[in-house]
């Protein structure tokens, strides 16, 4: 029998209990959850979803994060670092599918850098769109450079709030990591975070753990994705992440901190099809589109190797099904059943 204040939910109020009943919640309390978040994104942000158009720039990496088959020691994939000619042409085609916020990705590669310091200026002259990066851990300086150019925003998850897990899979500290975060804050650009779901001796009380971190960094995106096994990684052998505790964290997140862009992430499809509807149904309110060139997708293992690949018209299907609503995104391809 639950205790949790239904009608006047305070989620940073809530007990450990509590809030690992709602992180488990299946069937009507499920329900009952996803609708609160539901009408929480309605009240504070009227139904507006957001669509990013993905380029995944280079699949180099310095790190070993476990779970991820872009890590340094693999040397089973073949990598690639785009130049910035190749951005750029990808770019306008984002720009012209009226997307407006381009997001550059790639492993911890500070190569990137002075490919990004063409890009992101010319990006912003050339098309007038928000830039999103996902580049990793670095020092302070690069972050404010990024800011100085025109970067808008910045990825940087903090996977588990446990440190001794995160030293363990990602080999290096998680007090680094959220150094990090707090530098790009300072740095002016706009945070987003999150965990993963799944992860090697994960409990229950650390997911916990990861919606209080969540909720004390109080970024402007947040995220919970699903471990997903990957090929040539350490833990290719493990299970999918837990969808349920997935959406529930996603719906928890959308109820406590209101207003964040809340991805619907592509390994929810790939754990289950239609699991990116299931995750605006639980509160999301972003989708990304990858325009990476196929070839070079198939090279950008972060996930898996066959992994869930979004295009514009998955995107528009599942936005339609969920009755969110998308300004100036270009729709005339696109059949609505
Ligand atoms: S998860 Fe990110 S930082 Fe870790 S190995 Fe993969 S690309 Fe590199």
Same mark, same amino acid.
């Given at each position: 029998?639950?205790?949790?204040?239904?009608?006047?939910?305070?989620?940073?109020?809530?007990?450990?209990?509590?809030?690992?009943?709602?992180?488990?919640?299946?069937?009507?309390?499920?329900?009952?959850?996803?609708?609160?978040?539901?009408?929480?994104?309605?009240?504070?942000?009227?139904?507006?979803?957001?669509?990013?158009?993905?380029?995944?720039?280079?699949?180099?990496?310095?790190?070993?994060?476990?779970?991820?088959?872009?890590?340094?020691?693999?040397?089973?994939?073949?990598?690639?670092?785009?130049?910035?000619?190749?951005?750029?042409?990808?770019?306008?085609?984002?720009?012209?599918?009226?997307?407006?916020?381009?997001? =550059?990705?790639?492993?911890?590669?500070?190569?990137?850098?002075?490919?990004?310091?063409?890009?992101?200026?010319?990006?912003?002259?050339?098309?007038?769109?928000?830039?999103?990066?996902?580049?990793?851990?670095?020092?302070?300086?690069?972050?404010?450079?990024?800011?100085?150019?025109?970067?808008?925003?910045?990825?940087?998850?903090?996977?588990?709030?446990?440190?001794?897990?995160?030293?363990?899979?990602?080999?290096?500290?998680?007090?680094?990591?959220?150094?990090?975060?707090?530098?790009?804050?300072?740095?002016?650009?706009?945070?987003?975070?999150?965990?993963?779901?799944?992860?090697?001796?994960?409990?229950?009380?650390?997911?916990?753990?990861?919606?209080?971190?969540?909720?004390?960094?109080?970024?402007?995106?947040?995220?919970?994705?699903?471990?997903?096994?990957?090929?040539?990684?350490?833990?290719?052998?493990?299970?999918?992440?837990?969808?349920?505790?997935?959406?529930?964290?996603?719906?928890?997140?959308?109820?406590?901190?209101?207003?964040?862009?809340?991805?619907?992430?592509?390994?929810?499809?790939?754990?289950?099809?239609?699991?990116?509807?299931?995750?605006?149904?639980?509160?999301?309110?972003?989708?990304?589109?990858?325009?990476?060139?196929?070839?070079?997708?198939?090279?950008?293992?972060?996930?898996?190797?066959?992994?869930?690949?979004?295009?514009?018209?998955?995107?528009?299907?599942?936005?339609?099904?969920?009755? =969110?609503?998308?300004?100036?995104?270009?729709?005339?391809?696109?059949?609505?059943?």
């Amino acid at each position: 029998m639950t205790t949790i204040q239904k009608d006047a939910l305070e989620i940073k109020n809530l007990t450990n209990s509590e809030l690992l009943e709602l992180l488990t919640a299946e069937g009507e309390l499920q329900q009952w959850l996803w609708q609160k978040a539901r009408e929480t994104r309605q009240t504070h942000l009227e139904n507006q979803a957001v669509v990013r158009g993905v380029i995944e720039i280079s699949n180099y990496c310095q790190k070993n994060c476990d779970y991820c088959a872009i890590r340094a020691v693999n040397t089973q994939i073949e990598r690639y670092r785009f130049t910035a000619e190749e951005i750029l042409a990808i770019a306008q085609q984002i720009a012209e599918a009226h997307i407006p916020i381009v997001f =550059l990705q790639a492993g911890q590669d500070p190569q990137c850098d002075p490919i990004l310091e063409e890009v992101i200026p010319e990006i912003k002259r050339r098309f007038n769109v928000n830039i999103l990066l996902c580049l990793g851990e670095r020092p302070k300086a690069v972050y404010e450079r990024f800011a100085e150019l025109g970067a808008n925003s910045y990825i940087l998850k903090f996977e588990s709030s446990n440190p001794e897990l995160y030293k363990q899979i990602a080999h290096t500290s998680l007090e680094k990591r959220l150094q990090c975060a707090r530098w790009i804050q300072e740095a002016g650009l706009k945070l987003g975070t999150g965990n993963i779901v799944g992860l090697p001796h994960q409990t229950l009380d650390m997911l916990v753990d990861d919606i209080r971190l969540a909720l004390e960094i109080n970024p402007d995106f947040v995220s919970s994705s699903p471990f997903i096994p990957n090929q040539n990684t350490p833990l290719e052998s493990l299970p999918y992440g837990n969808l349920n505790y997935t959406l529930n964290t996603m719906a928890i997140y959308r109820i406590a901190l209101k207003t964040p862009l809340i991805p619907t992430v592509s390994a929810l499809e790939k754990i289950q099809p239609g699991g990116q509807l299931m995750g605006f149904n639980a509160g999301a309110n972003v989708i990304t589109i990858n325009f990476t060139p196929q070839d070079f997708q198939e090279k950008y293992l972060i996930y898996s190797q066959k992994r869930f690949v979004v295009r514009l018209n998955h995107a528009l299907e599942t936005l339609h099904q969920a009755g =969110l609503k998308v300004e100036k995104l270009i729709t005339q391809n696109y059949q609505a059943n």
